[in-house]
T-cell receptor, first 116, second 114 residues
Framework: GAVVSQHPSRVICKSGTSVKIECRSLDFQATTMFWYRQFPKQSLMLMATSNEGSKATYEQGVEKDKFLINHASLTLSTLTVTSAHPEDSSFYICSARGTDHYNEQFFGPGTRLTVL | KQEVTQIPAALSVPEGENLVLNCSFTDSAIYNLQWFRQDPGKGLTSLLL?????REQTSGRLNASLDKSSGRSTLYIAASQPGDSATYLCAVRPRSGGYQKVTFGIGTKLQVIP
């Protein structure tokens, strides 16, 4: 299968600061990337979908001004949590799909965000 | 709205035992169903993907079945090993709406005791 990486794997920040998380497709071109959030003992919830070169589509209830998504190239998407608060502490997972692998979705290893 | 339920929420078995994990979904108009493994603090690893026209898929000691009409899928793990300990998630992609509409279950946390 294809490989998706995320950086950083863990981040701790102070309340009010911004944090950027990177998602990269290492060996394929990702036409679409997805950002999920997973709270403890809950299922993955899709936050937004981004297509390379266009604006992200956010799910209902997700603030687009708070969670900035950029998908500037076919191998990189970034999620910036702006003015983070403790309630933003969660596990953020990205996934990517391209045309090379029958459109299958591949997941990154996740980023644990802790806001103090 | 699609709902995906996984039972049991947690399961503990001795090494070597065969086991079955269950996934049920409320809307049978699906495109495919996928089983994932998630280790603590890690992302998802795809195990098996079953298209809506298929009844089952096999990979090594894993076998996943799909009964669309009854809204059920099972993941069978043969001869379980301690390395199988993880949380197993099932995810259902609807016939319409694409990956944006994939619904995940909460998962079954499996512990295989040596």
């Amino acid at each position: 299968g294809a490989v998706v990486s995320q950086h950083p794997s863990r981040v701790i920040c102070k309340s009010g600061t911004s944090v950027k998380i990177e998602c990269r497709s290492l060996d394929f071109q990702a036409t679409t990337m997805f950002w999920y959030r997973q709270f403890p003992k809950q299922s993955l919830m899709l936050m937004a979908t981004s297509n390379e070169g266009s604006k992200a589509t956010y799910e209902q209830g997700v603030e687009k001004d708070k969670f900035l998504i950029n998908h500037a190239s076919l191998t990189l998407s970034t999620l910036t949590v702006t003015s983070a608060h403790p309630e933003d502490s969660s596990f953020y997972i990205c996934s990517a799909r391209g045309t090379d692998h029958y459109n299958e979705q591949f997941f990154g290893p996740g980023t644990r965000l802790t806001v103090l | 709205k699609q709902e995906v339920t996984q039972i049991p929420a947690a399961l503990s078995v001795p090494e070597g035992e065969n086991l079955v994990l269950n996934c049920s979904f409320t809307d049978s108009a699906i495109y495919n169903l996928q089983w994932f493994r998630q280790d603590p603090g890690k992302g998802l690893t795809s195990l098996l993907l079953i298209q809506s026209s298929q009844r089952e898929q096999t990979s090594g000691r894993l076998n996943a079945s799909l009964d669309k009409s009854s809204g059920r899928s099972t993941l069978y793990i043969a001869a379980s090993q301690p390395g199988d300990s993880a949380t197993y998630l099932c995810a259902v992609r609807p016939r319409s709406g694409g990956y944006q509409k994939v619904t995940f279950g909460i998962g079954t946390k499996l512990q295989v005791i040596p």
